[in-house]
């Protein structure tokens, strides 16, 4: 009896661990399927979110204005394009002059500005993305007004960027206005700007002598066009004997040629993943953003609030101390200007500025000017450049005489209203921008060159 007991006992444990096994098998596989699951779960997800969930959301909200992901990338990418185009328009060229090693080290230093630029991607695509805010800006104001670009105008202009002129090259149109004379100077004006004697070289003995004192009255300002960094470089001319060599006749740029010309390049840029439509948004705004300009800066009139000033530059706030100084004991300032002041500029000149609006100069500067009599000499002011003490010559309402100081003036007037137009804007920029900002196109790794 007992053994049988003990027979079925010991016969009953096998049934027992094999139902355990068999739960705890289960259990395992289940937990598999679930775990797999929630891996092909997050994948899928991760694949989703990449390729059609984030682009739901915008990258920025400007009022009611979106701005969505796909087409944020697609800008940056049409923008990083432009550096690369332009980065090897430059390696070429530093091939070309590489018998010159000024001009090697000056191709080089542009390349590897570029290169930083490119390499930094977070950077360019906030900048990209500042960008297109400010274009949303513009598109509501321009709503606002009534201002709006038809395709016709922005096929003109891509036409113009092929350099195809269906109805001819523009003729340029000179602007014909026409300068005021220099306002008349009162006794007290005269008085200020009379000069020290100075030495100039006689053209004959006749003409002049040492001893001729120069009065120097100030004079409509000219406008001062920079030189251009980059040296043109001019072939000399050959004289060839003989019998010319006729040249070849130019190809006629017909419309076929350059519908031609703008699919290869339409073509290149389906390569990096651009549509056609992102590069007309582009000029869209860009001549939106013209028109808007325009009319925004019509009325600024030419007549302004002026003041004739000139300064005496110097380092520190102890060193105007001491100019303002010797000026309060009676020295001359002419003489004063020319043995301290660290504007090289106003050397000739004895730091004359000439006439001048707001707008036009550092506005700490532009304060202290607008705020003096004339004659009087203000406190000395600090700007970036160093300690100024200015002495105002003249206020008076004038007319801004060169185009480029109106251009200015229309630019910051432009500026401050669209400040304020941006800040009565409700704006968002999504943390999710940096998701979208692509990494390509990117240079060739053999077109590289090393800061080094």
Not at 242 to 256: D, F
Not at 260 to 279: A, K
Not at 310 to 324: F, G, K, P, S, Y
Not at 373 to 385: F, L, M, Q, R, T
Request: glycine content about 4%; overall charge negative; charged content about 20%.
């Amino acid at each position: 009896m007992t053994t049988k007991k003990n027979t079925r006992g010991e016969e009953s444990k096998p049934r027992n661990l094999n139902v355990k096994e068999s739960k705890n098998s289960k259990r395992l596989t289940i937990g598999f399927i679930i775990f797999a699951m929630i891996v092909v779960g997050i994948i899928g997800y991760a694949f989703l979110y990449d390729k059609v969930l984030k682009y739901n959301k915008p990258v920025a909200v400007v009022g009611e204005n979106k701005i969505n992901g796909a087409d944020f990338n697609q800008r940056v990418r049409l923008e990083r394009n432009s550096y690369i185009l332009q980065y090897n328009q430059i390696a070429v060229q530093m091939v070309l002059m590489a018998d010159s090693e000024d001009y090697v080290t000056y191709y080089k230093e542009q390349l590897v500005q570029l290169l930083s630029i490119l390499d930094d991607y977070e950077y360019l695509g906030e900048y990209v993305l500042d960008t297109m805010i400010d274009e949303e800006v513009v598109k509501i104001e321009a709503e606002k007004l009534g201002i709006t670009v038809s395709d016709a105008e922005v096929d003109a202009l891509m036409q113009e960027l092929f350099s195809y002129y269906p109805n001819g090259t523009a003729t340029p149109t000179v602007n014909s206005w026409v300068f005021e004379p220099t306002s008349t100077l009162s006794s007290v004006q005269k008085t200020l700007v009379a000069v020290s004697p100075v030495t100039q070289t006689p053209t004959t003995a006749a003409e002049a002598t040492e001893e001729e004192a120069v009065v120097v009255e100030p004079t409509a300002t000219q406008e001062v066009v920079p030189t251009s960094v980059e040296a043109t470089l001019s072939p000399t001319a050959t004289q060839v004997s003989g019998t010319a060599t006729p040249y070849p006749t130019a190809t006629v740029y017909t419309e076929e040629l350059y519908q031609q010309n703008y699919q290869e390049y339409i073509t290149s840029l389906e390569g990096i993943e651009v549509d056609e439509s992102v590069l007309r948004e582009y000029i869209t705004n860009y001549l939106l953003k013209q028109k808007l300009y325009t009319a925004i800066t019509a009325d600024v009139s030419r007549m302004q609030d002026q003041v004739w000033a000139r300064h005496i530059l110097v380092e520190t706030q102890d060193e105007a101390i001491v100019v303002m100084n010797r000026l309060a004991g009676g020295e001359d300032w002419n003489t004063v200007c020319n043995e301290v002041t660290l504007d090289q500029s106003g050397l000739e000149n004895c730091g004359d500025l000439g006439w001048f609006a707001k707008g036009q100069m550092v506005e700490v500067f532009e304060n202290e000017s607008f705020s003096l009599d004339i004659g009087e000499v203000g406190n000395p002011v600090e700007s970036s450049y160093g300690w100024h003490i200015i002495q105002v010559l003249g206020h008076e309402e004038r007319s801004v005489e060169t185009d480029y100081d109106y251009s200015r003036l229309q630019s910051n007037y432009y500026d401050l209203w669209f400040q304020e137009a941006t800040a009565n804007l409700t704006i968002v920029k999504n943390d999710n921008w940096v998701d979208h900002v692509p990494s390509e196109p990117s240079v060739a790794l053999d077109m590289r060159v090393s800061s080094e």
